[in-house]
T-cell receptor, first 115, second 113 residues
Framework: GAVVSQHPSWVICKSGTSVKIECRSL??????MFWYRQFPKQSLMLMAT?????????EQGVEKDKFLINHASLTLSTLTVTSAHPEDSSFYIC???????????FGSGTRLTVV | GDSVTQMEGPVTLSEEAFLTINCTYT??????LFWYVQYPGEGLQLLLK?????DKGSNKGFEATYRKETTSFHLEKGSVQVSDSAVYFC????????????FGSGTQLTVLP
């Protein structure tokens, strides 16, 4: 079945630094990728939707300059948290889909801790 | 807009008990409905889905039926196991251009031996 690889699985960084999270579709071409954020014991909140080769569409309240999303190829999307602060600490999950009529495959998530 | 209302947890059951987790939705058009499961520290795994009214999704002993008249997609399992302990999310794929998923709040299930 479809597999999405997300790295790193966890990362600790200092406040003010930037962190990049990668999401790769291993055996299919992901025309659309989604980035979610999940706070402890809460649901997933969609941050942005990206289509290969075009700019990401951010949800209301998500700072596009802070959460940079790049979807330069059909198998790779990256989320960069710039100038991270402790309040950015969270669990970030990506999801990929081959096309509108295909299912969603989720990555295993990245636990970000900013100290 | 689209929304999913899910039974609040946590839910604690003994092994072999019957499980029901309620889920209702609000959406325009004809959404697809999903149940996802999340084990500690992991991403989400698709448990089952239904794409049209009266469809029944099933997997690993879990079932859910797409009820358009009651806008519901309740998750059931006749006999839970300790290994079923996880967080369960109800979700719908709506009619937006990207058809992104809208999730319920999640229900923590703990099954005791």
């Amino acid at each position: 079945g479809a597999v999405v690889s997300q790295h790193p699985s966890w990362v600790i960084c200092k406040s003010g630094t930037s962190v990049k999270i990668e999401c790769r579709s291993l055996d299919f071409q992901a025309t659309t990728m989604f980035w979610y954020r999940q706070f402890p014991k809460q649901s997933l909140m969609l941050m942005a939707t990206s289509n290969e080769g075009s700019k990401a569409t951010y949800e209301q309240g998500v700072e596009k300059d802070k959460f940079l999303i790049n979807h330069a190829s059909l198998t790779l999307s990256t989320l960069t948290v710039t100038s991270a602060h402790p309040e950015d600490s969270s669990f970030y999950i990506c999801s990929a889909r081959e096309g509108q009529d295909y299912g969603y495959t989720f990555g295993s998530g990245t636990r970000l801790t900013v100290v | 807009g689209d929304s999913v209302t899910q039974m609040e947890g946590p839910v604690t059951l003994s092994e072999e008990a019957f499980l029901t987790i309620n889920c209702t939705y609000t959406a325009t058009g004809y959404p697809s409905l999903f149940w996802y499961v999340q084990y500690p520290g992991e991403g989400l795994q698709l448990l089952l889905k239904a794409t049209k009214a009266d469809d029944k999704g099933s997997n690993k002993g879990f079932e859910a039926t797409y009820r358009k008249e009651t806008t519901s997609f309740h998750l059931e399992k006749g006999s839970v196991q300790v290994s079923d302990s996880a967080v369960y999310f109800c979700a719908l794929s709506g009619s937006g251009s990207a058809r992104q998923l809208t999730f319920g709040s999640g229900t923590q299930l703990t099954v005791l031996p």
